[in-house]
């Protein structure tokens, strides 16, 4: 049995492998590959919480910086709230988000981090209370600030916790002199007081369609009505699945941690939609037959497969089994290195997540860029229709690069996306970031 220690290593090892390849295929000094393997701060302690019922109780916390060369820029990733994090499993996902973050051209370092926590264990209360002893801890260490650390909502977070933590914050810096309290944080709310950006929830979802509709015309020359399969149905899921229907796409089988459903001839979204929002399952719908997830992977009717929930669901006992032409990698890391082979055997197109969902850290970035007045020309001041439509140009730009360099280099869509981040800041690493 694997443990989850031994994916954490293993997942951490082939992102590395990843670097090291970017970094022949790009002739890189071997201090540039190794720098790029490497972290700016890794910081892990206790966080003390005082429970409603007065007892007291201890939760590890952890964040973690990759080496950036935008040394005056800030590093921006989520906060996961989560049992099983931990500073290991950070290194990884902090690499991944200085390589989706430079992919999409957004000049900060990737970081990431958490508390290991499960939060429905915890009332309101107690999490805003630890979620505020979260930050007192960062601002004591000065490891969070809108030109320092700029988290995000991830795994077990969302709006208003990211709210909570910019309230923290702000009361707990105001005294010190001016700052721009709101770009502490991204995913906020959105409303007066609040300072989040209208289409951030939706983001990542419309981002992974838009990647999906720009590589079924670059490599079958069309769109067409491609059959669609999501495994997923949080945030992610749920929106890449509304976009699909409003594209008409077929939408034939979604799955979540219960179980799934599947229609031959296509789900009909809007009453599944409000079945979900009811039972907060998307099991037991009653417009189809029902399905495992295991299932929903190896659908033989399916052009386009979207994992969107759990790391390391195609591996090498399923990949052979996969009929799909396409996967769009909704969710972080979904394909093991083994799979990966696999399916670039079997000529199936594997859009990498760093790309694929890259809309949410691009709107974030917006969110960010608004509440400091940055002035970035490609930073739309509208609303919802002008920031998703800005957040389209900058992943069908990237997607375009992505795929030139798979076509120069002769290699994967995976191992493109890291030459391609890589070669556009990787110049600008000098001896001084070594020290």
């Not at 001839?265 to 907060?280: I, M, P, Q, S, T």
């Not at 439509?389 to 995976?414: F, H, I």
Request: proline share 5%.
């Amino acid at each position: 049995m694997v443990t989850t220690t031994e994916n954490t290593t293993k997942h951490f090892d082939n992102i590395i492998v990843r670097i090291n390849e970017a970094g022949r295929l790009l002739n890189l000094p071997d201090w540039k590959v190794e720098i790029l393997s490497d972290f700016k701060l890794e910081w892990g302690g206790g966080i003390l919480l005082y429970k409603d019922d007065g007892s007291k109780k201890t939760y590890k916390a952890c964040r973690v910086w990759h080496r950036s060369p935008h040394t005056d820029k800030p590093h921006k990733g989520g906060d996961r709230y989560h049992p099983l994090v931990s500073v290991d499993m950070m290194r990884a996902h902090a690499i991944e988000m200085s390589i989706k973050l430079w992919l999409v051209g957004i000049q900060m370092g990737g970081s990431k981090g958490g508390i290991a926590v499960d939060p429905s264990t915890l009332s309101r209360p107690e999490l805003k209370r630890l979620t505020e002893a979260y930050v007192d801890e960062r601002i004591a260490r000065n490891i969070i600030g809108p030109l320092l650390d700029v988290p995000a909502p991830d795994v077990g977070t969302n709006a208003q916790i990211m709210h909570w933590v910019r309230q923290r914050y702000a009361q707990r810096k105001r005294e010190r002199g001016f700052e721009p309290f709101a770009g502490v944080v991204t995913g906020k709310p959105v409303g007066y007081g609040f300072d989040g950006i209208e289409g951030r929830t939706e983001a990542t979802g419309y981002g992974v369609i838009a990647v999906l509709e720009h590589a079924l015309k670059r490599f079958c020359g069309k769109v067409g009505k491609p059959r669609i399969a999501v495994m997923g149905y949080g945030n992610v899921g749920y929106y890449t699945v509304e976009r699909a229907h409003a594209r008409h796409f077929p939408v034939v089988a979604v799955s979540d941690v219960r179980g799934g459903v599947y229609n031959a001839n296509g789900l009909d979204v809007a009453e599944l939609n409000k079945c979900f929002r009811e039972a907060k399952t998307v099991f037991g719908f009653p417009g189809g037959e029902a399905i495992t997830s295991e299932e929903l992977l190896t659908l033989e009717d399916v052009d386009v497969l979207i994992p969107a929930a759990l790391e390391h669901v195609f591996t090498a006992k399923n990949a052979p089994n996969v009929h799909a032409k396409f996967v769009i990698e909704g969710a972080n890391s979904p394909t093991t290195p083994e799979a990966d082979r696999i399916f670039e055997d079997r000529g199936i197109i594997v859009v990498p997540d760093v790309c694929a969902n890259a809309g949410g850290v691009t709107v974030s970035f917006f969110e960010w860029a608004r509440n400091l007045n940055t002035g970035d020309p490609r930073v739309p001041m509208g609303d919802k229709k002008d920031v998703l439509a800005g957040m389209t140009r900058m992943l069908l730009a990237s997607t375009d690069e992505m795929c030139a360099n798979a076509e120069k280099y002769k290699t994967t869509l995976r191992n493109a996306a890291f030459v391609t981040a890589i070669d556009r800041f990787a110049p600008l690493f000098t001896a001084k970031h070594t020290a």
